[in-house]
């Protein structure tokens, strides 16, 4: 069965620092491969998404970059963080018609 | 205006009443259509797929669409405290691509 991976859990970085938050997916290959945040009490901003190695799409100008330098990992990074950068990270993959399946996030804090 | 519109809510109801949640979307092309069900600091995870006009049923939850108002419904019977958490729509374009997300509605079942 397919499963998603997507670490760490909670972060906590100062203004400036850098970033990278990891993705990566089992039992499937060639998958399509998004990067969303939420803000609190908001919904879902697609950020990147990817359909294949060193294939990304970005889908709002920001502070962020992503890279997918294997098949089935997808990087999301930053060299200096904003305080706008806080939020809730969601690794997805799948896409077309029959949904995605979501990661279990990466809640960033900026301080 | 938004492809999909979802009221954010808070909507808060007691433990056992039927909830009704819903979307509009404005593309007639659509033709996919999910729910999603995300806990508090916790990826979305699907919950119900339909395809085109109908019901679906699963256990307590119906998914209902009605593409000639461009409507689409999740109903809860029998509410439970467990179902408390925030509830986004999803579609799809027939030919397939990105998913368009809900704002998504805050749901608080109270016991």
């Known amino acids: 069965s397919q499963t998603i991976h997507q670490w760490p859990a909670t972060l906590v970085q100062p203004v400036g620092s850098p970033l990278s938050l990891e993705c990566t997916v089992e039992?499937?290959?060639?998958?399509?491969l998004y990067w969303y945040r939420q803000a609190a009490g908001r919904g879902l901003q697609l950020l990147f998404y990817?359909?294949?190695?060193?294939?990304i799409s970005s889908e709002v100008p920001q502070n962020l970059s992503a890279s997918r330098p294997q098949d089935r990992q997808f990087i999301l990074s930053s060299k200096k963080l904003l305080l706008s950068d806080s939020g809730f990270y969601l690794c997805?993959?799948?896409?077309?018609?029959?949904?995605?399946?979501f990661g279990s996030g990466t809640r960033l804090t900026v301080v | 205006q938004k492809e999909v519109e979802q009221d954010p809510g808070p909507l808060s109801v007691p433990e056992g009443a039927i909830v009704s949640l819903n979307c509009t979307y404005s593309?007639?092309?659509?033709?996919?259509f999910m729910w999603y069900r995300q806990y508090s600091r916790k990826g979305p995870e699907l919950l119900m797929y339909?395809?085109?006009?109908g019901n679906k049923e699963d256990g307590r939850f119906t998914a209902q669409v009605d593409k000639s108002s461009k409507y689409i419904s999740l109903f809860i019977r029998d509410s439970q405290p467990s179902d408390s958490a925030t509830y986004l729509c999803a579609t799809v374009p027939m030919q397939g691509g990105k998913l368009i997300f809900g704002q998504g509605t805050e749901l608080s079942v109270k016991p």
């Open positions: 990817s359909v294949g190695i060193g294939q």
């Open positions: 593309n007639s092309a659509f033709q996919y």
């Open positions: 339909t395809y085109s006009s």
């Open positions: 997805a993959w799948g896409g077309g018609n029959y949904g995605y399946t």
């Open positions: 039992g499937t290959s060639n998958p399509n």
